[in-house]
Structure formats: C-alpha cells, structure tokens
C-alpha cells in the first residue's frame, strides 16, 4: 500500500467540537487522495480574528505560537481547514515573516519557547486540492459521481479578503465552482457567493444574522440551489442555526441543506462524511435512481 | 466596564475624556490610515453587508472623521461592522476602513468601555454558539 | 530564643521595601516570620497544598516578577517580597447534578477563556509547574477531560488569575472541569459501587452493631487478634 504523504494540519478550535463533521471528512478524502492530515501537537486557538491595529503585538503572539508549532515540527508549512484559522495564520505569516523586529519582539516575549523563524507558510485546503491535487485526479478518484445535484458555494469573507491572502480571484472566485464540477455536480450562479455572513455579530446581533441568512439562502434557492457548501465553520454555524428560526417563523419554509465542501466530496467518494442533513440525503438518492432509471 | 449606550456624540467625548482631534489623531495612528485620502465615492458602502444596520454608513463614518463631527463616535457603525474587508477590496484608494472601524472601537476598549458584557450574558445565552463566534466577538468587542 | 551560632550564614530579604536579615535555608513562610511577621491570613497547610501563601518576588538585580508559595520556597539572598493572601475572583454558582456536560458547558459558565491570547503568563505564574495555558486551550475546545488531566496538581493559589491579562479564573474553571469528569464522564469504580449496595442491603449491620457495642478490653483483644497481611521478611522489618 502506498504510503500517505503528511500534511501538517492545524484543526482550530470548531473543528474538535462544532465541526467535528468538517474534520471527519476533511480527514476521510485526503486519505482518498492518499493523504494524511497529521494534526500539529500543542497548537492553541489562533485568535479567530487577526488583530487589525498597527502597535498590537499581543494578539500576534498566539497565531505566532502555532506558526512556531510547525517550525518545531519540521514542517515549512500549515494546513488548515477552517477558512477563519486561515485567514488569521495567513496574514499573521505576513506581519512576522520576513520582519525581524517584530520576530525579535515576540520572540522576546515568548521566552519559554524556541525562537521562531519567520519561514512557516500557510495554505488553506482548497489551494492544495486545486494546486497540488488537482481537478482531474479528485475527478479520478470518485465512486458516486454528483451529477444532478445543484451546490451553491458560499465562500464566507476570510478566503478572499484581503487581497494579499486570497486565494482567488476576491469578487469573482472559482475554486468551489471548479471543486462541484470535478465531482459531476452543477454549480450554481447567485448574487451571494462572496458575501460575509455577519460573522461574529451573531453573538449579540442574532436577528440581523437571520435577515442576512434569510437573503443568502434565499437567492441560492431561487437560483435552484439543491445544497449551500461552506468552508467555515463560522458561516456553517450562522447560516444553519439562524434558518431554524426561518423555518419556525416562515410558513411554507422549505430548508437549505448546508454542509461543508468536504462533506460534499465525502459523498461523491463515498467515505465517511459525518452527519448529513436528511433532505440532502433524499435528495442524492432520488437523483441516482432517476439516473439510474434514465 | 461600563455599557454605552446610544449617547450624542458630545457625551461620547464626554465618556472618554478626548476631543475629535485627539481621537482622530489617534484612529490615523492605530489604523495607519489618512482619513483624507478618501473621495466619497461610496463603493465601501454599496459593498457593506452590514450597511442597512448602521447608523453612519462606512463612507459617511469617514467623513465624519475629515470634518470631525462626534457623532460617529456615538454611531452603531463600528459596533455592527463584522470586519469582513469588503470595503478595503473595493476601494479605489485602497483605504482600509476595517482599520478604521478597528482603530475607533479600540479607542474605548483600551479605556476598559467593553462592548459586549460578559458578566450579563448568560451561560444560556452562550449555549448554542461555537467558540469561534464567541472568541471573535470578544476580540472585536472586549478590551 | 535559641541563640545565634557564631558562623550561622545570614542572607537580606526585603519585605514591601523593608529589609531584614533572616538565616540562610529557610523557607521564605519562616524566614518572614524569622523577621517577625505573624501570619494570620496566607497561612494553611505549611506543606504546599493549600495554597494560601501566594508569593510574588524579585531577585535582586533581575527584572523579572516570579512567583512561589511562601512554605515552600527557599529564601535568598537579596529577594524582594510580597504576599498575595487572597484573589478576589469569583466562582460560577451551578449546581453539579444539574448542568449539561456537554462540550462547551466550560465556555458556558467561564465565557471569558474565550478572551485567552495565549501568552502563557499563567503557566509562568504557577508555583505546581502545571501547563495551565495548555488547560484553557483545551477547554477552549471543548476538551473536558484533558482540562481535568492538566490542571489535576492546581492548589487554587490564584496567582495565574492574579497575571492574566484577560481577567480569567483558570484554577475555578479547571475546578468545575475536574468536578464535571469525575460526576459524569470516569468510568464507574464497579468494586466501589458494588460494596456501596452491599452496605445499603445491611450485609455489614451486624458485625457493625457487634464492634460499637463492644467494651474497651474486648476491642483491644479483637485489634490484636486480627486478620493481618502476612508478615514482612526478616530483613525488612521494623518495630
């Protein structure tokens, strides 16, 4: 058997609870792909949110630790699958690599540790099912091909924005798209793809989160959505819990299955994918009868 | 820790013992952003998913900084921003207002004026969230 | 009072910016009382593990703030010193019986570990040499029984709550961890139980009505005469 290549994976506090469903077939698809996520020992919460203010090395410190993790680790690089833990390592590497100040800075503060480097890069999983993967082999390696299925993307703010950490292209992206059809499924075009979910607001300004929901899921439906993939565990959280009030308060409500963009690809190869939504599940089955059937 | 509530702006500067001046100064400072550089062309806020919560929309907030009027300080604005960077992949003069909206709900969260408080939510109220809503919103809201 | 020995090492420690001279080799508790303090509050077991004697020092001529319990500390030459009696950090009211144990029940009643930065003052605040950022991180996350594992030596000194810049109270929360592990999540002690229901069905009455209605002469002669382990070899024993 061929042996797994190992990634250094940086999990994020969700995915160990909330999440465990990203991670289960986040995990489940690579080893598909001949894949080991190796998860980073003693990493801590990388701060969800990177520290916006120009003197603040203080919530620098924690990303940095996690980054430091991986230097211990011998790798050159972390993986993660929470688009939010991405966003934060992602342009904490900007702030520290490279800047010997403020490596010297924080690596005088965290004196108990090694001296970190500046050199561990990060990369979100898409870009390594895009750029080292690729469509063709994840095509390839399929076993109950998708087709039929209409799948909104909901790329959420933090894999886009800003510039210097997108992945893609910040207004018009393409890599959920291109994921949904190498599985055989239809992307779907709706006005709400790149948009924030309201994010953290959901804490002390639920309704507005439910306003903003009502409006993303409404427009995918619309444009014939049969399922909304997420890459955070944040907009999953938001867009899933708030529709239950949708669908308690709005007569006639038909519910939006949303899933995470693993979970999609979980189902496509038919390994584990955590816990589905039931009308997906329908939905899926009815789809391979027809084309069975046709 | 003392909860703000929805004061004139005068009574803002009042709650945190500055002028407009001085907190100006201090947002270009923290952000590291000329509040000058912006021309009003609004795609900050025809982009803001929050927009229609706000009392001052991010291109109105701006100005009100150039002229220094106070009431942006007793707006809704940088509160109910979620710090998405639509407004700074937009913007022609790349100014990024997230830094703004940052550095302006820094300035009371360094003077221990908390936003969200902690010791009213309950743990009923924290049931249902995830961790990373909760860390984020104390990030943004708690000093 | 014992008097001085001619060649006895003496060492200067400062307490509050008052200096004394104290013998070499004492721990900072008797040194400070060598000096003439009388401890009335910060004072518990004298055998580090109570944690009433929350110490904060200074070495001379070192920038640096560390942290000790006072009976179990050596004192030095030169260290500057303050007691910490007390940490007024208050504890989530719950009722054990009654709360959910599910992931985030930490989160829950402790919500501002969700403020934690990962500076570590804490672990370096801790006289037991417990990881206690790694705790939080794992409660973080949800991880109950790792937060239990982690902070099992904690002696709710409070020095990490008094350091930490995000006001958190590790030692109460790492409490409630503990609680919730060892009421809904250890596995069951079968043997423990099993003697626990052969009590309530009164298998031990008798014998035990026997014992108390017993006179003093009887008992002694019913402790020598009873059922021991055998004996330890001959090299090993010790009377």
Known sequence: MKELEKLTYFPGCTLKDTARDFEISGMAVMEALGYVLEELERWNCCGTVFSLTDDDLMHQVAPVRDLLRAQEAGSEEIITLCSMCYGTLKRTSHFVNGNQERLDKLNAFMDKEIDYEGKVSVHHLLEVLRDRIGWEKIEERMTNPLEGLNVAPFYGCTLLRPQEIAIDDTDAPSVLQDLTTALWATPVDYPYAVECCGAYQVVDHREVIVERTHRILSAARRAGADVVIASCPLCHHNLRDTQKELIRTIPDYEEMPIIYFTQLMALAYGVEAGKIPTSLKAKIKHLQTVKGEG | MIKKKEAAGEEQLALLELSMDEIVDKIEELSGQNVFDCYQCGMCSAGCPMADEMDLLPNQVLHALQVKDPDVMSANSMWICASCYTCQVRCPKEVDLAKVMEAMRQIYLRKQLDHVPLDDLSHREIRHLPQIAVVASFRKKTG | ?239
Do not use: W
């Open chain 3, 1 to 239: 009072m014992a008097s001085k020995k001619p060649d006895k090492e003496m060492i200067h420690i400062h307490v509050m910016g008052k200096t004394y001279e104290v013998p070499a080799g004492l721990t900072i508790m008797d040194a400070m009382e060598y000096a003439g303090y009388r401890f009335t509050r910060g004072a518990g077991c004298r055998s580090g593990f109570c944690g009433a004697c929350s110490t904060v020092y200074r070495h001379e001529g070192d920038y640096r703030l560390q942290f000790a319990l006072a009976c179990q500390e050596t004192a030095q030459d030169g260290m500057y010193l303050v007691q910490l009696p007390f940490t007024p950090a208050p504890r989530a009211e719950y009722d054990i019986e009654k709360i959910n144990p599910k992931e985030n029940v930490l989160l829950q009643y402790y919500p501002e570990i969700a403020r934690c930065v990962s500076c570590n003052t804490c672990t370096k605040a801790c006289p037991q040499d417990i990881q206690v950022m790694d705790y939080i991180q794992a409660a973080l996350r949800g991880d109950i029984a790792k937060t239990a594992e982690l902070s099992f030596d904690c002696i709710q000194c409070g020095l990490c709550s008094m350091r930490c810049p995000a006001d958190i109270k590790h030692y109460h929360m790492a409490q409630m961890a503990r609680r919730i592990y060892g009421r809904y999540m250890s596995p069951v002690p079968q043997h423990l139980e099993d003697r626990l229901q052969e009590i309530a069905e009164g298998k031990f009455d008798a014998e035990l009505d026997r014992l108390v209605s017993m006179s003093r002469k009887e008992l002694e002669e019913a402790y020598a005469a009873r059922v021991r382990e055998e004996a330890p070899a001959e090299s090993e024993k010790s009377e």
